[in-house]
Antibody, heavy 119, light 109 residues
Framework: QVQLVQSGAEVKKPGASVKVSCKASGYTFTSYGISWVRQAPGQGLEWMGWISAYNGNTNYAQKLQGRVTMTTDTSTSTAYMELRSLRSDDTAVYYC????????????WGQGTLVTVSS | EIVLTQSPGTLSLSPGERATLSCRASQSVSSSYLAWYQQKPGQAPRLLIYGASSRATGIPDRFSGSGSGTDFTLTISRLEPEDFAVYYCQQYGSSPRITFGQGTRLEIK
């Protein structure tokens, strides 16, 4: 069965960086893309960006350009999202979600990773 | 940028009632690129509807989606206790690539 398993919760200081992983199983990793979506406490869903696991192409939300990098390691079927220069308003649950080659919705989601930014 | 506006913000209904949730886009959206998700507290979102009206695998037939252009609707025909949650619509566009509505909270009356 398809699974996306994310790394554990993180606590970071303002200005630091965080790297969240998302390990995929149960499907051919390189046939799909991965998007990252975050959710601040009590708020809605915010799309952060997408990476093709096939060729590494990326597309980032404009507001995060320059602070976010998404990568994949096809040898381990793992996607990564690194966010730099963290601010308090980056405190959120970060989700990875699978996106198909021919569709642009998210059929499987990771369990979420809470990133807390606090001095 | 296409903005999705969901209404109402909160919907209070009783089990057994019919729920109608709206998602309005600021510009026309291809039906192929409109999806709905359900999210319960402490859980990741779950795909309900894609392509505006196709149910995802395992989704009960009391959930249905409709609409086109700028107006889309999620209908739950007879509410079950487990249906009380937050619902989001999502669209695919050019820039940004993906946007979500702000959500509708469906609560027990």
């Amino acid at each position: 069965q398809v699974q996306l398993v994310q790394s554990g919760a993180e606590v970071k200081k303002p200005g630091a960086s965080v790297k969240v992983s998302c390990k995929a199983s149960g499907y051919t990793f390189t046939s799909y893309g991965i998007s990252w979506v975050r959710q601040a406490p009590g708020q809605g869903l915010e799309w952060m960006g997408w990476i093709s696991a096939y060729n590494g192409n990326t597309n980032y939300a404009q507001k995060l350009q320059g602070r976010v990098t998404m990568t994949t390691d096809t040898s381990t079927s793992t996607a990564y999202m690194e966010l730099r220069s963290l601010r308090s308003d980056d405190t959120a649950v970060y989700y990875c979600a699978r996106e198909g080659p021919y569709y642009v919705f998210f059929d499987y989601w990771g369990q979420g990773t809470l990133v807390t930014v606090s001095s | 940028e296409i903005v999705l506006t969901q209404s109402p913000g909160t919907l209070s209904l009783s089990p057994g009632e019919r729920a109608t949730l709206s998602c309005r886009a600021s510009q026309s959206v291809s039906s192929s690129y409109l999806a709905w998700y359900q999210q319960k507290p402490g859980q990741a979102p779950r795909l309900l509807i894609y392509g505006a009206s196709s149910r995802a695998t395992g989704i009960p037939d009391r959930f249905s989606g409709s609409g086109s252009g700028t107006d889309f609707t999620l209908t739950i025909s007879r509410l079950e206790p487990e249906d009380f949650a937050v619902y989001y619509c999502q669209q695919y566009g050019s820039s940004p690539r993906i946007t979500f509505g702000q959500g509708t909270r469906l609560e027990i009356k």
